[in-house]
C-alpha cells in the first residue's frame, strides 16, 4: 500500500511565523501534490513537483513556497502565516512522470492548521 | 477554466437502497476518472478508478464513463450508514480536476 506521511496531524502557529509542512512518501512516486482544503471550496491546488528540485505553481500559490530536495519528500512553506492561512492541508503523491499522468493521486491524512 | 461539477447534496438514501452519485466533466482532454471517499475531518481515499467507457465493478461499487456526454457517476448498492461521507470526482488529463464533492447520507 502506498503510505503518505504528513508530519503533524494538528498544528498551532501565530500571525507572522515561518511554517513548515512536511510530506514523505515511501513509494518512489516522481509526482507530489499540495493541496488546501476548506469548506465550500473544495480543493485547491498550491503546488506540485513532477521531479526532484522541480516545482509548478497550482491554483493558489500565493504566500507559499515549496522545496523537493528529494525524491520522496515535498515541503510547503508559509513564509509569513496569515490567519487566511488556516486551512486543512492535504499532500498526495502518484506515479508517472510529466503531465497527463492517467495514475490516481494518493493522499496523506492531512495537516489542520490554525494561525491565531 | 476546466471544471468537474457534481451535486453538493446532500444526497440522502435508505439503508439497503442504491446510491447514485453523478459527475460532468468539461475537459474532453480528461482520460482518466476517479472517485474518491471522504470521511468528516480526514482526507480522500480512493474508491474506484475508471479509464475507458462502460461500467467498472467492485464489490458494491460501479463506475460509469461516458466520454461522449462527458458524465461519469458511481452507484452504491446496499448502501449502508458507514458509506455517508462526501464524495469527489476527479478527472485528469493534462491536470487533475476535483469537483467540489457530494454528501451522502445514508439513513438506517
Known amino acids: 500500500d502506498v503510505k503518505v506521511t504528513q508530519s503533524s496531524r494538528y498544528l498551532v502557529k501565530r500571525t507572522g511565523e515561518k511554517v513548515f509542512l512536511e510530506c514523505v512518501q515511501d513509494?518512489?512516486?516522481?509526482?507530489m501534490f499540495w493541496y488546501r482544503q476548506d469548506p465550500g471550496l473544495g480543493l485547491r491546488l498550491i503546488y506540485f513537483?513532477?521531479?526532484?528540485?522541480?516545482?509548478e505553481k497550482g491554483d493558489i500559490p500565493e504566500g507559499y513556497s515549496v522545496s523537493r530536495e528529494k525524491k520522496e519528500r515535498f515541503s510547503l512553506i508559509l513564509e509569513s502565516a496569515s490567519t487566511n492561512q488556516t486551512s486543512m492541508y492535504l499532500c498526495?503523491?502518484?506515479?508517472?512522470?510529466?503531465?497527463?499522468?492517467?495514475?490516481?493521486?494518493?493522499f496523506g491524512n492531512g495537516t489542520r492548521l490554525t494561525v491565531t | 477554466q476546466k471544471e468537474v461539477e457534481q451535486n453538493s447534496g446532500p444526497l440522502s438514501v435508505p439503508e439497503g437502497a442504491i446510491a447514485s452519485l453523478n459527475c460532468t466533466y468539461s475537459?474532453?482532454?480528461?482520460?482518466?476518472f476517479f472517485w474518491y471517499r471522504q470521511y468528516s475531518g480526514k482526507s480522500p481515499e480512493l474508491i474506484m478508478s475508471i479509464y475507458s467507457n462502460g461500467d467498472k465493478e467492485d464489490g458494491r461499487f460501479t463506475a460509469q464513463l461516458n466520454k461522449a456526454s462527458q458524465y461519469v457517476s458511481l452507484l452504491i448498492r446496499d448502501s449502508q450508514p458507514s458509506d455517508s461521507a462526501t464524495y469527489l470526482c476527479?478527472?485528469?488529463?493534462?491536470?487533475?480536476?476535483f469537483g467540489p464533492g457530494t454528501r451522502l447520507s445514508v439513513l438506517p
Open positions: 475537459d474532453r482532454g480528461s482520460q482518466s
Open positions: 476527479a478527472g485528469a488529463g493534462q491536470n487533475f480536476v
Open positions: 513509494m518512489d512516486h516522481e509526482n
Open positions: 498526495a503523491s502518484s506515479p508517472g512522470s510529466g503531465t497527463g499522468s492517467r495514475t490516481p493521486l494518493h
Open positions: 513537483s513532477y521531479d526532484v528540485k522541480m516545482k
